[in-house]
């Protein structure tokens, strides 16, 4: 089972700064079969990132991801007050599917 | 548009069943694997259990595995999770979410908005 680390755990930013949030695996994710989410309080999660660095459907360019193997990122160009969530990281290239504990981006 | 409607959650004893199902709109429903992803309070999500777009393969996280059974009626375009033997630490928001593929290397692009379950004496 491949095993995602985020880091960190919280980050605190002010809007218009730049956010960088990481995703480390266990073992190399083939074929850069990440995915991005993001989750704000009381909603459902929502699809960002997939394939490591292709934006999902309506996904603003000041997201993006990169990586390969088993260091990913998230990176946020500039916060707007509306991307202040929780985002996680999860791999899909072989099972199980899981998940990383995520990443809190909090105005600070 | 693409929607997921989740519905079947509540409030259940330990050791009772419940039966969770998803109504799907918007897409090919009979083209695309299915998930369901749950959250416990003030925790992260956990990929409880997920089925391919025919319905022949199927995945259980090991901490629901025999107790949990998904399904999917690809003439009703509906999901479901029938969920046995429910102890304290199946409490979360259970979430269904849509493949990108029909089965394998699939990430979830839409997800529903969630229905909670509690089981608690």
């Known amino acids: 089972e491949i095993v995602l680390t985020q880091s960190p755990g919280t980050l605190s930013l002010s809007p218009g700064e730049r956010a960088t949030l990481s995703c480390r695996a266990s073992?190399?994710?083939?074929?850069?079969?990440l995915a991005w989410y993001q989750q704000k309080p009381g909603q459902a999660p929502r699809l960002l990132i997939y394939g490591a660095s292709s934006r999902a459907t309506g996904i603003p360019d000041r997201f993006s991801g990169s990586g390969s193997g088993t260091d990913f990122t998230l990176t946020i160009s500039r916060l707007e007050p509306e991307d202040f969530a929780v985002f996680y990281c999860q791999h899909y290239g072989s099972s199980p599917k899981t998940f990383g504990q995520g990443t809190k981006v909090e105005i600070k | 548009e693409v929607q997921l409607l989740e519905s079947g959650g509540g409030f259940i004893q330990p050791g009772g069943s419940l039966r969770l199902s998803c109504a799907a709109s918007?897409?090919?429903?009979?083209?695309?694997?299915m998930t369901w992803v749950r959250q416990a309070p003030g925790k992260g999500l956990e990929r409880v259990s997920g089925?391919?777009?025919?319905?022949?393969?199927?995945y259980y996280a090991d901490s629901v595995k025999g107790r949990f059974t998904i399904s999917r009626d690809n003439s009703k375009n509906t999901l479901s999770l029938q969920m046995n033997s429910l102890r304290a630490e199946d409490t979360a928001v259970y979430y269904c979410?849509?493949?990108?593929?029909?089965?394998?290397?699939?990430?979830?692009?839409?997800w529903g908005k969630g229905t909670t379950v509690t089981v608690s004496s």
């Open positions: 979410a849509k493949g990108s593929q029909e089965y394998g290397y699939y990430y979830m692009d839409v």
């Open positions: 918007g897409f090919t429903f009979n083209s695309y694997a």
């Open positions: 089925i391919s777009a025919s319905g022949a393969s199927t």
């Open positions: 073992q190399s994710v083939s074929s850069s079969y």
